[in-house]
């Protein structure tokens, strides 16, 4: 491999040993110039907004000052509360219905929210389904298939539609993985898998669009009591879930909802590529 001399960038300067910062060109800035509120008048494109962490993601917007799309499977009635929560902090709110596994519908989402807001700002890639099994034998062709078209190939849909508005914007770009990508889950051998994929796609798109000015990030939370908890495991475990973490109980979606507020703003301005891990103190190889 050929080695490629650094590019300069800095004037050359040297100063003696602890340096003097007044002293440095250009200055070291000190204080980012933000907008207040951070995402004023921006636009963010939720799936799975309806419930669980992406309605908070979705609150959490709108205070922030963002206008919201929630893309949302079939919970009409979790929908439309999401709506009322984010209309409630004065921003605007479109709900969109259906499938994201299908690529027609994932570019139909995209349509609909120019047609709506005329710009995109934001997309977070957030839905997901989990089915535990106690074997891979049981895993079914048809259960692999479902999985992996609703947690990953999703994103890909979604991305490519909203690519061409995200490079107008210089948008970001914020995946939901899980703490399950880092250390496993034996009774969720397919959604894990899909996980670590999430953090294999986010790396190599934050390379592939920091040319482009937008930044991807993804999020891993740990055990968050959503509504897949209390819909994919059985009551014994639900009775237990979390107490498993070093903070010995399970996060709330309130509490990794800010995680997207700060990828998504300025504040997170050098950084790509990463994930951030709220997930009760467990300590995972990032």
């Known amino acids: 491999m050929k080695y490629k001399k650094p590019e300069k960038i800095l004037p050359a300067q040297k ?4 340096g003097l910062q007044k002293k440095m060109k250009p200055l070291p800035e000190v204080e980012k110039r933000l ?3 951070l995402l004023l008048d921006k636009v963010a494109i939720i799936t799975g907004g309806d419930s669980g962490i992406g309605r908070s993601v979705a609150v959490d917007f709108a205070k922030a000052g963002a206008d919201v799309v929630i893309v ?3 919970e009409n009635e979790d929908a439309k509360e999401t709506k009322r ?3 409630e902090k004065g921003r605007r709110c479109l709900l969109i219905s259906g499938d994201i596994s ?3 519908f994932c570019r139909s989402v995209i349509k609909q929210s120019i047609k709506t807001f005329k710009k995109l700002n934001i997309l977070v890639n957030n839905a997901a389904e989990q089915h535990p099994q106690k074997s891979i034998e049981d895993i079914t062709q048809k259960q692999l298939q479902k999985t992996f078209s609703t947690n990953i190939f999703s ?3 979604m991305v490519k539609a909203a690519l061409p508005h ?14 399950t990508a880092y250390r496993g889950s034996k009774n969720l051998l397919d959604y894990s898998s899909t996980k670590g994929a999430i953090i294999s796609f986010t790396r190599s ?9 937008i930044r991807v990030n993804a999020v891993a939370p740990g055990p968050i009591w959503t509504p897949l908890i209390v819909s994919t495991f059985p009551k014994e475990k639900v009775e237990t879930f979390g107490s498993d973490v070093p903070m010995r109980r399970p996060g709330q979606p309130s509490e990794v909802s800010p995680s997207y507020v700060f990828l998504a703003s300025d504040n997170s301005s050098y950084m790509t590529g990463q994930v951030l891990h709220p997930n009760g103190g467990e300590i995972v190889n990032t």
């Open 15 to 18: 100063q003696n040993p602890p």
């Open 35 to 37: 907008t207040e509120p």
């Open 72 to 74: 949302y499977l079939k």
């Open 85 to 87: 929560l984010v209309e």
């Open 102 to 104: 299908d690529e027609k």
């Open 155 to 157: 994103m890909f849909y």
């Open 166 to 179: 995200l490079i107008k914007t210089k948008g970001t770009i914020i995946n939901t993985s899980s703490v």
């Open 205 to 213: 798109l934050a390379l592939s669009l920091i040319d482009k000015d």
